[in-house]
T-cell receptor, first 112, second 114 residues
């Protein structure tokens, strides 16, 4: 059975801190790993990673994938209160359909 | 237009009611999805429609009945639900069905079953 595990479950930091969120996975026929940010309702797409060692960057957020060790990290530098959200990692596997297996999420709270 | 629109945003229904959730996208996406998300849990896939045909049904009880009238619309018909069905129901769409694509999620319908 495919499995995606995120850590930590929750995290409280102060504005300006840097955080690293972790996502490890065990899936058969891996295709891609995606990161989403879920604030209130709709998860919003952050990154899609398919190749090892290539960092994807968007502003203060960056992410990298290690396909040998089967994990990804999401870094947020100079955190702001608006970064407070649940961060979801999902892995796509080559199956009969575009199916994602989601991790349990990391709940990040950034205090002023 | 890069939005997936879901209505209603909130729904309260009794166990004997029949209701429908609606989802719409105008991005030309050919795959549409229903997810169920309980509080503090990740989304769980319920159904996948590809080119308006049901391609995946993740062993969802028959009291949930999906319908895809056309490539832009996706409905979820609800009948005889149980209180444990209370959850956030998220619709999503993607460009293709089998390729590596990112999902666009709607804001969800928060459903409470009394």
């Amino acid at each position: 059975e495919d499995k995606v595990v995120q850590s930590p479950l929750s995290l409280v930091v102060h504005e300006g801190d840097t955080v690293t969120l972790n996502c490890s996975y065990e899936v058969t026929n891996f295709r891609s790993l995606l990161w989403y940010k879920q604030e209130k309702k709709a998860p919003t797409f952050l990154f899609m990673l398919t190749s090892s060692g290539i960092e994807k960057k968007s502003g203060r957020l960056s992410s990298i994938l290690d396909k040998k060790e089967l994990f990804s990290i999401l870094n947020i530098t100079a955190t702001q209160t608006g970064d407070s959200a649940v961060y979801l990692c999902a892995v796509e596997a080559l199956k009969a359909g575009n199916m994602l297996t989601f991790g349990g999420g990391t709940r990040l709270m950034v205090k002023p | 237009d890069t939005e997936v629109t879901q209505t209603p945003k909130h729904l309260v229904m009794g166990m004997t009611n029949k209701k429908s959730l609606k989802c719409e996208q105008h991005m030309g996406h050919r795959a549409m999805y229903w997810y169920k998300q309980k509080a503090k849990k990740p989304p769980e896939l319920m159904f996948v429609y590809s080119y308006e045909k049901l391609s995946i049904n993740e062993s969802v009880p028959s009291r949930f009945s999906p319908e895809c009238p056309n490539s832009s619309l996706l409905n979820l018909h609800l009948h005889a639900l149980q209180p444990e069905d209370s959850a956030l129901y998220l619709c999503a769409s993607s460009q293709g069905h089998l390729s590596v694509e990112k999902l666009f999620f709607g804001s969800g319908t928060q459903l409470s079953v009394l």
